[in-house]
């Protein structure tokens, strides 16, 4: 083939020299703008994984980067004073401009042609005077091609929210480092590390509204790296910044990143009777931010991944290897650019965590892309681990009111730490979500509830949800659905919490909820949300709805005299669940259900003090939310669900999740349960593993309240990579529950981890110890002539 690629950076120049290599008749021609061995930037970063696969594709050219490579395996973590290591991470650093040179050097050994200076404003010009059979596309980030083709390519590209500038810097740092300072404005960061014997790289970052709040948009070059100087100045032992972009003037090294995707990475052109396939590659598709260091690495990997397809399928056409490509290579940039656009959002509002003690703060910092996650920092630095598990320890036993946990040979896992909220003090942070069973005769919870619940209880999880209870049989969503509206419900309920209470160390809580518009439903294996076939029962929401177009049963907008009666019904309900010895009680203002549809704007379009503004819609949700906390014991917690985005244009976002969270704890909410959707068939949820589990993140850090994380959370890693990290208080674990009622024993097993049951001096302590075994007590009284008391003195001697 006659090849073109048009963009003489490291995709551009990898992609010619495998080719070549894999086929010396192939004409293979570069064509760069700037001169022979010139470039800018300062040093690329990449893993010891990246560098494997580099020798793969061609060791040699691989042996000569080794050999230029500054290696490091420390990430430094500078914040509020404190130096916080880890180790194992095996980095590698290099000139960009040495990487090119490298590059540049094996395509003109393999007999590759390079045209330096040469801006190429028209690629058809350029495909025609070498008469190319394929046009590779790696003109980087401001892609003319990309632009040209647009409506083939179909790129989005999003400008982020953080201003930075690319510095160098002669102090030489051992690990990789970054370095947080605040100012007056806010809080600026430093991302620094040496890639080569004298240089290191040193990116400065700050958000936007920072930047502009320190007047670095109106300060020349000098100004800017002398502000970057005197902040970071005990990072820097007396070093300058240096700028290798002394071409531009004022403010204009500071840019925002901009994150690309594109659908589509193959335009097809037709010249007579020739179709030419113009390919993107490297950062003219996609883009990943810096804050990982892949954007090289995916344009190297891209190259070799191209010319795998080729070797591999080039026999059956070039349509065939095209689309080989880009379905192998689309799916592993999605991987980076999920992953990277985590860690760009993390130090986009690093001042979120700023209230976090450095230890936590450099913890969040190190799993903020979601890749690297609590069993992995243990293979890369076990000591590390185990020291801040043994910190988290020492929080969590502190903040639950007990002795500090007992020395011993293993730190705890975090999931594994006790947690207290008012006077309740669970065991561990594992919750069994509440999940509909639609197993209920007319609202009672029978024997298939004992066996559920009791066994999950029995499972090792320190919270069990009891699914969502019904404040009256019109709340319910199916005829299978329990209540706590009827005597026999709280006699039921009652069975189910002492058995609880007397065969496991556990806590039960109880979810009461109305179902709304998305009432009177078939059970789930009839016909998930289909109407009843018979005995429909009226509907109410916070405006006229059907939840199915054209399916469900329409409900009519709730009354003031609706509105009054269902608050009533909550505060019965209330009252039974405390009748029944719930230790905690949560309320169900998710998934569409009554009291969401009065919050979300896709469900309200009330006129009326309930409608409106965001105020407005959440004020019924809080009325009811005040008259159960009144009624709800005061040593006892109330928990309320959000769905903290709608996932539909128009619906409620993660900005707003934060705001209905700070109204809820201001009316005395002790913690947000952060679900997300259901409240409308329209909605396009991005699920993967702990997806909601950002919400939680947020509404923690921002509204300041504790937080349960629910989604695709199914391994101890999960949940102890976001207990650790400070992005949830409680992970709540709902289908792999169903599977596995012991999950929590197991997961700790898999962990090594083998004491999940506390020792008896913290079973909650001695008063909690009086309160789980109240009932034995009374019993025993009853039975010897001996008071409580003395049976409890009886008990604490031994």
Not at 5 to 21: D, T
Not at 267 to 285: F, T
Not at 548 to 568: C, F, H, N, W, Y
Request: hydrophobic share 40%; aromatic share 10%; charged share 20%.
């Amino acid at each position: 083939m006659n090849i073109t690629c048009i963009g003489g950076g490291p995709a551009g120049l990898y992609f010619a020299l495998l080719m070549k290599k894999q086929d010396p008749a192939h004409q293979i021609t570069v064509v760069e703008r700037n001169r022979p061995y010139d470039t800018f930037g300062w040093g690329v970063v990449f893993s010891d994984q990246t560098l494997g696969n580099l020798v793969n594709a061609d060791e040699q050219t691989a042996r000569t980067i080794l050999q230029a490579f500054n290696h490091w395996d420390d990430i430094d973590t500078h914040f509020k004073g404190a130096t916080v290591t880890s180790g194992g991470h095996g980095f590698c650093g290099i000139g960009r401009k040495r990487l090119l040179n490298i590059l540049q050097s094996r395509c003109e050994e393999l007999g590759v042609k390079l045209v330096f200076e040469t801006d190429v404003a028209d690629d058809q010009e350029i495909t025609a005077a070498y008469n190319a059979d394929l046009v590779i596309a790696s003109d980087g980030l401001n892609s003319r091609i990309r632009t040209r083709y647009a409506a083939s390519f179909q790129p989005n590209i999003e400008q982020r929210q953080c201003r930075f500038v690319w510095l160098g810097t002669k102090k030489l740092f051992s690990a990789f480092t970054f370095a947080f300072e605040e100012t007056e404005h806010g809080w600026f960061q430093a991302h620094a590390y040496q890639y080569d014997g004298d240089t290191s790289t040193f990116i400065v970052e700050t958000p936007e509204e920072v930047w502009r709040k320190a007047g670095l948009d109106e300060m020349s070059q000098q100004e800017s790296i002398a502000f970057c100087e005197r902040l970071f100045a005990k990072h820097l032992d007396g070093n300058a910044l240096i700028s290798n972009a002394t071409h531009l003037r004022g403010s204009a090294a500071w840019i925002t990143f901009p994150r690309i995707i594109c659908n589509n990475w193959v335009h097809w052109n037709q010249k007579d009777d020739k179709r030419i396939p113009v390919v993107l590659m490297g950062d003219a598709a996609h883009s990943a931010h810096f804050s990982i260091g892949s954007g090289t690495k995916l344009a190297l990997e891209d190259a070799i991944e191209l010319a795998r397809c080729f070797e591999q399928h080039g026999g059956q056409g070039m349509e065939q290897v095209l689309d080989a490509y880009q379905q192998v290579r689309a799916v592993e940039v999605l991987k980076i650019q999920s992953a990277a656009r985590n860690s760009m959002e993390w130090f986009e509002n690093v001042e979120r965590y700023t209230a976090m003690e450095a230890q936590q703060f450099a913890y969040s910092m190190l799993t903020r892309s979601q890749r690297l996650s609590h069993e992995n920092l243990r293979v890369r630095d076990a000591g590390y681990v185990d020291r801040y598990e043994r910190w988290i320890a020492e929080q969590a036993y502190a903040q639950a009111g007990l002795p500090p946990p007992p020395a011993g040979r293993h730190s705890i896992p975090p999931m594994l730490t006790p947690f207290k909220l008012r006077g309740t003090v669970l065991k561990n942070r594992i919750v069994v979500s509440p999940m509909a069973q639609y197993s209920a005769v007319d609202g009672v919870a029978g024997d298939y509830h004992l066996v559920h619940l009791g066994a999950r209880a029995m499972g090792g999880a320190g919270l069990v949800f009891a699914e969502m209870t019904c404040v009256s049989a019109d709340a319910r969503i199916t005829p299978g659905c329990p209540g706590m509206y009827a005597p026999e419900h709280t006699a039921a309920w009652k069975r189910i919490v002492e058995f609880v209470h007397n065969n496991t160390s556990a806590r039960i809580a109880l979810q009461l909820g109305h179902a709304g518009a998305k009432g009177s439903t078939r059970r789930a294996w009839d016909g998930i949300d289909q109407p009843l076939e018979s005995g429909n029962w009226p509907l109410v929401s916070a405006s006229e709805q059907q939840y199915l177009p054209g399916v469900s049963q329409t409900a009519r907008a709730a009354t003031a005299g609706d509105m009054e009666r269902i608050k009533s019904d909550f505060v019965s309900a209330t009252v039974a669940a405390a009748e029944a010895g719930f230790d905690w009680l949560e309320l169900h203002c998710a998934h569409g259900y009554l009291l969401s549809s009065f919050i979300s704007p896709l469900t309200n379009h009330r006129q009326d003090e309930y409608g409106g503004s965001l105020e407005n819609r959440c004020r019924y949700p809080l009325e009811v939310f005040r008259a159960v906390r009144a009624a709800w014991p005061q040593d006892k917690p109330i928990s309320v669900r959000i769905s903290a985005h709608d996932w539909v244009e128009g619906g409620i976002t993660p900005d707003d999740a934060v705001a209905i969270a700070r109204l809820f704890k201001e009316a005395g909410a002790d913690m947000i349960d952060c679900s997300s959707g259901q409240v409308s068939k329209q909605e396009k949820p991005v699920y993967g593993r702990m997806f909601q589990t950002p919400f939680a993140d947020r509404v923690r850090n921002e509204a300041r309240i504790p937080t349960i994380a629910v989604g695709a959370i199914f391994e101890a890693d999960h949940a102890n990579s976001i207990i650790a990290a400070g992005r949830a208080d409680l992970c709540a674990i709902a289908r792999p529950h169903l599977a596995n009622p012991a999950w929590t024993l197991n997961e700790a097993a898999k962990i090594g981890y083998l004491d999940v049951e506390w020792p008896q001096q913290y079973t909650a302590g001695k008063v909690q110890l009086e309160r789980n075994l109240e009932r034995e007590r009374q019993i025993a009284a009853a039975n010897s002539g001996m008071t409580p008391q003395q049976i409890a003195a009886k008990l604490l001697e031994g």
